[in-house]
């Protein structure tokens, strides 16, 4: 694999006086130090990906995402750097509307963008469309929306490495559920896993979760409470406490995923939903790219 960049991964531990109170630890994975582009859960969830891709002998990557895609955005520059082509689907555009920050990255990087309907969007994983697109594009290697497969999953179960024993529960936010499955799986069954879908409804992923994760079930709970209207929908609060949080802690969230995490863990903190003396790591799971379309509230630079 011509990209290897986990060294920079580390924990931050968070001060806070709701912490102390209840003698709480907080650390936060920064996972979202890999890389800019190639960031968080988005380079774990890829790498088992590109190694078939290459074992496979394909030249490219194709997959599947929305305008705010990190998936995307995290493929294409994963696939620039190792040399590999990236076409990207992308859903719901005619291609004449302005691209998002997101979309821009992506081209920025090299990506070849296809813009479909949402009617034909809904059948991007029907097997008689995808041997289409096989057919169409026979050098690229097609990875589902989300990096959602059995190589993202196993991608995702090596962030369990660097959960250190000692800690009670794992945090983090849900897109597609892959990366919480993924790590649910490589995780000792008796450390505790809460996950927070960012988008509305989120409690889907109760089921798919399951399907996932099949024998060795283990203990998770989501909360879904936290999607501030839906799906990359903020508003002040929700900004207000990015500024906040980076002011006291010097932890950069995100505005899709990792803010609504945090806000959730503090919400459930002040209500002392917690256990007393517990210790809890949050997973950053990068996607600060993210924040360019919101960089004017934020206090601190986009990702
Ligand atoms: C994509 C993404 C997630 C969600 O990952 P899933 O595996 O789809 O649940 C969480 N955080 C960030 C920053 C992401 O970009």
């Not at 750097?81 to 302005?98: A, C, D, P």
């Amino acid at each position: 694999m011509a990209i290897e960049f986990e060294e920079s991964v580390s924990i931050d531990s968070i001060d806070h006086a709701l912490l102390r109170s209840r003698q709480i630890r907080l650390g936060v994975l920064r996972l979202d130090r890999i890389h800019p582009l190639v960031s968080g859960n988005k380079w774990f969830k890829l790498k088992e990906n590109m190694k078939a891709a290459q074992q496979g002998g394909f030249s490219a990557l194709l997959s599947f995402g929305g305008t705010y895609s990190n998936h995307l955005s995290a493929m294409a520059a994963a696939a620039q750097l190792s040399g590999l082509r990236s076409i990207g689907m992308v859903r719901g555009l005619h291609g004449k509307e302005q691209p998002t920050e997101t979309l821009r990255s992506c081209m920025e990087t090299g990506m070849e963008l296809h813009y479909m309907s949402r009617e034909a969007y809904a059948r991007k994983d029907d097997p008689s469309f995808l041997a289409r697109l096989q057919a169409a594009y026979p050098d690229a290697y097609i990875i589902p929306e989300g990096g959602d497969n059995e190589q993202g999953m196993m991608g995702a179960g090596a962030i369990a490495a660097y959960i250190p024993s000692d800690v009670h529960l794992v945090v983090l936010a849900a897109g597609t559920g892959t990366t919480f499955a993924g790590i649910r799986r490589q995780l000792d069954p008796a450390v505790a896993m809460l996950g927070f879908p960012v988008m509305k409804g989120g409690m889907y992923l109760r089921e798919s979760i399951t399907q996932k994760l099949g024998a060795g079930q283990g203990n998770w709970d989501l909360n879904a409470d936290y999607h501030f209207g839906g799906f990359a929908k903020y508003n002040d609060r929700l900004t207000g406490f990015m500024n906040d949080f980076y002011k006291q802690h010097e932890v950069p969230l995100d505005i899709v995923y990792t803010s609504k995490m945090m806000y959730g863990v503090f919400e459930l903190l002040s209500s002392g939903h917690f256990l007393v003396g517990s210790n809890i790591l949050c997973i950053h799971t990068g996607g600060l790219q993210g924040n360019r379309s919101v960089s004017r509230q934020l206090c601190y630079p986009a990702g």
